[in-house]
């Protein structure tokens, strides 16, 4: 604010005189000047602005007014015949009412209109006095507590509409304006940041921090770097860490025992570890959601029983989240999904079961994403995947089966069947054999028939080690496109492409 102070000197009978200049007349209560408040009484009485000024009702300044005449007129007097603040009182008298600014403005104007009988300032000396105050950032119109500001600035900081930024403190500005976006980013109030997302939580538990929103979880991954045990993929939530069972796999009827001891319908989390001494034959039902994971790089296995698939999934509601798991050696199934289950499968290898690697029934459903998963070779072979009247997903996988007489890989009647980025191989001299699947949906994926899957796959493509070699990194490469929510690792965790339209490597592995 600059406060300024004013000098005038005014002509009066021909002698100059540095003094405060009173005419006096009698106080008119009609009048802008007499009894009333001066520019206030003509704002009142013309509300459209057409006649803001106030022109003193003195003998020198009346200049023949009509009989009704009430001082106010279009454009501002001089000195001696301008009332702002009324009650008799001329510029010169009395000019407090107008603020600082108005009375520097109004010191050196003059009447230009038909008034006269007024007297020209003879000299005006200006002297200003200016602090270095710096002004509170503003992006906004003027307000008050009756005049709220509108969403773009929508804090009154000195009067002024701005944004959180300007506030004393920001975080708690946004908190206080709305609870849902309690931090300020730059100009903005917003849900999280790179360095604070603890308004993320539910099934939203992620911050998106170029949108600085809350999001969803969708890999396992992301819930175990916020210390939980895994991602509920169908809501978006991360399993609870109040919700987990530690299991060893040396122990007999270990992993079946964590499962009876999760409620029906209720959602909890199997961490692996151990030895594979032991067998399993595990049953997920009971409406549970139940996660079987390894939460460090090591893939867990857990070798079947005889007679009984490794794993079964049976049950309205029932749902088997698997991460880094290898389900091997059954003498029947590898997972058998049934009765409306549901599995989930990310970075799991479901190998060398006698009865055939995945089977869902109708009215299943199956997602798997960089999954390697093997049938049972022989005359005819067992696929790696079947379906009857299901819903399945298969994502950047590897689908294979040994050495056989003509059994396909990939197997459907009914249903709906996807699969995107992957690598389907049956180890055949019948060529076209490696699919059954009428009606399914096959897009960037490689379908093989070949008598010799080491060249891709080294000595491994028997026992379900779907990893590449050089020679099969050159025959899959660029088969696969990377699109927006697919995964940004493979199997083993090596990065994938992570821009939307980028060319990839089909199947479960990039790089040998």
């Not at 770097?225 to 270990?254: E, H, M, Q, R, Y």
């Not at 493509?461 to 025959?475: R, V």
Request: proline share 5%; net charge negative.
């Amino acid at each position: 604010m600059h406060r300024t102070t004013i000098f005038i000197a005014l002509a009066l009978g021909g002698t100059a005189a540095v003094s405060c200049v009173r005419t006096s007349y009698n106080l008119n209560p009609d009048y802008c000047s007499g009894a009333q408040d001066g520019d206030s009484f003509c704002a009142q009485q013309y509300l459209d602005g057409s006649k803001p000024y106030c022109r003193s009702g003195s003998s020198a300044c009346e200049n023949g007014a009509e009989p009704d005449f009430d001082g106010c007129v279009v454009e501002r007097p001089g000195d001696e015949c301008y009332s702002p603040c009324g009650q008799g009182n001329t510029f010169a008298d009395d000019a407090s009412c107008l603020d600082d600014e108005t009375t520097v403005a109004d010191a050196g104007a003059t009447e230009t209109s038909s008034s006269v009988g007024e007297t020209e300032p003879s000299s005006t000396t200006v002297e200003p006095e200016t602090d270095t105050e710096e002004p509170s950032t503003t992006t906004g119109p003027e307000c008050t507590e009756d005049v709220p500001c509108m969403d773009a600035a929508p804090f009154c900081v000195d009067g002024a509409c701005s944004t959180c930024d300007a506030t004393e403190v920001p975080d708690e500005s946004c908190a206080m304006l709305d609870e849902s976006l309690p931090l300020c980013v730059g100009a903005e109030c917003v849900q999280c940041s790179t360095e604070d997302a603890s308004a993320c939580e539910g099934t939203t538990p992620l911050c998106d921090a170029e949108a600085s929103t809350c999001v969803g979880c969708s890999f396992h991954e992301e819930c175990q770097d916020l210390d939980l045990p895994a991602c509920n993929i169908a809501t978006g939530a991360c399993f609870s860490a109040d919700a987990v069972t530690p299991v060893n796999l040396s122990g007999a009827n270990a992993l079946q025992n964590a499962v009876n001891g999760v409620a029906d319908g209720a959602e909890h989390t199997i961490i692996v570890t151990g030895s594979t001494a032991s067998t399993h034959s595990a049953v997920v039902d009971g409406g549970r959601t139940i996660a079987i994971v390894s939460t460090d790089a090591s893939i867990q296995t857990i070798r079947g029983a005889g007679g009984s698939p490794t794993l079964t999934i049976t049950g309205a509601d029932s749902t088997a989240y698997l991460h880094r798991v290898r389900l091997e050696d059954s003498n029947d199934l590898g997972v058998s999904v049934e009765n409306s289950g549901v599995l989930y499968a990310d970075n799991t290898q479901v190998v060398g079961n006698d009865g055939g690697g995945i089977e869902l029934a109708a009215g299943t459903s199956g997602f798997l994403r960089n999954c390697m998963v093997a049938g049972a070779g022989g005359n005819p072979g067992l696929p790696a995947i079947s379906g009857t009247g299901a819903s399945i997903e298969v994502l950047f996988s590897t689908l294979g089966l040994d050495f056989n007489n003509g059994g396909p890989a990939l197997e459907c009647s009914g249903g709906s069947v996807a699969v995107r980025n992957s690598i389907i191989v049956s180890e055949t001299s019948m060529a076209d054999s490696e699919v059954n699947c009428p009606g399914s949906t096959i897009e960037n994926s490689a379908q093989e028939t070949t008598l010799s899957p080491n060249d891709w796959f080294g000595t491994g493509f028997a026992s379900g080690d779907y990893f590449l070699t050089a020679a099969g990194q050159t025959e899959f490469a660029n088969e696969a496109t990377w699109e927006d929510g697919d995964p940004p690792f493979d199997f083993e965790g090596d990065a994938r492409p992570d821009a939307d339209g980028a060319s990839d490597f089909a199947g479960a592995d990039t790089v040998p």
